[in-house]
DNA sequence: ACCAATGGTGACAATAATGAACCGATGGGA
DNA sequence: TCCCATCGGTTCATTATTGTCACCATTGGT
């Protein structure tokens, strides 16, 4: 199970928003791979143009590599730029830090963030890469993911990243459950701490969920009311990324916004 | 010297907007690796969110990984949203096709390009690894970069890309002379046929290069006058780009843009 | 019905990855 | 000033990972 290129692009994950420069030790602790390995890997990646060292100080970077490659995808296939505009639109409605993710691999990539202009808010570190069964994002896609994806993902240890976060794979199904009946998912402080998150699915032409739109909010300033309001905007939002995208949600969301628009 | 990873990282370079989604055997086919070697590493790229395959078809095509990452650094380091303007107002006072690459590992990537309006115009083939010998902006670049990457460089065997390409090392080493002394490099059909780059180096903090930002013209078209215009054109572009990105440009450089102003 | 592609899988020999020890440089503290 | 810790980087014998090849199951064109 622990193929060297999956070593090596596991050291990509350790780049974020809050950390994008990282020294080899570092990343050699981190990754729990010997230093000399890491070192290898690096000089490779460094060679294709993923990442590279920044000319004077010894700490690698990102590099101009995956600025091509989010160009090539993006030209091909744009969402990104669809979502930043929901993002914004999200954000200044609510008045709170509005971000997306993918789905990308076993795990969620954030890809748009926007954050709220008031004073108190979450700002979340962005960049990052979260996992599915804490997150309010992860929730909601799993939901309307096939469900050998979730097999697989549930599978696995399920890492408490705070003292509420379900570790149990029974739990979790249990709350995708909720999330079917919903359509939408809500996270109280189960993936960091003083940070509750509400999360939509967004579709892919086959019905299949591909990402997530959602609203964070400091945990001690969520209210019902508020609650209300953002499954409001994020269902209005949902629905014209998914026209945006060419995304067709399927029967099982549909009946949900119907639900929530009935009630 | 061909680490697996090397093999598995250079088949993302297959990737560009003219084919955004390969197939397996394709990509074995490309890249001269056996299919099963290549079905295991793409898989472990699926599983990191490089790559992904359409639920639908069996082809693969780049994931939503790579816009995080992307991401990353565009927030850390901008300068794809800062090439890009200038892109714009390059093609728009000219007319013609601008595009920007920036070193990425032994190639040059491409990271924007903005096509002219008017009809007949060089539509390059965007998104593209491009080699360094043979197009102006490898020229632009390698002549004010490291000797030791020239070195690196040089030494390797130089693909004849047109009829036209110089593949031989010590002609490139004068030319490189040349480009030192002007402050660009042109390319007549050496790296596609019918098609005239000119090109200006972009800089780092350091003084070396980093990129270039070139105009592509239809060969036939190129003209003296024209030739004048673009060049004074990139410039000037040029010199609003290294401040935008706080490049420096070193001493060399400085003359050439002397020297061009005082004629 | 055929044939030639395609995507994908399994087992074994060969190669490439591994990690401990080591080096020189740097920098901070006592 | 000396010392020690840490840094990036390198070397080399051991061993686990990889590449090869042979084989399926499907698909689509003739």
Redesign the pocket.
Known sequence: M??????ALSLLDYFSDSEPEI????L??RSG?????V?????VMCDHGLLE?RGDA??YRLGAGVLRLARVRETAFPVSSVFQQSLEALSAQIGETAHASLISGRALATIGVCEASRGSRVSLVAGEILPFHSTASGLAVLAFSRPELVDRLLAEPLAARTSRTPTDAEVIRARLQEVRLTGYAEADQTNEDDVYGIAMPVFDTDGTATGAIAVAVPAHRMTNDLRRQIIAALFAEAETLNAGIGGRPPATFRAAVARFGAA
Chains 1, 2 share one sequence.
Not at 23 to 26: A, I
Not at 33 to 37: E, F, G, L, R
């Open positions: 622990s193929s060297t290129v999956a070593k020294g080899l030790s570092e050699a602790r791979v010997d230093k000399a390995t070192h290898r890997m690096l000089a060292k010894r700490l």
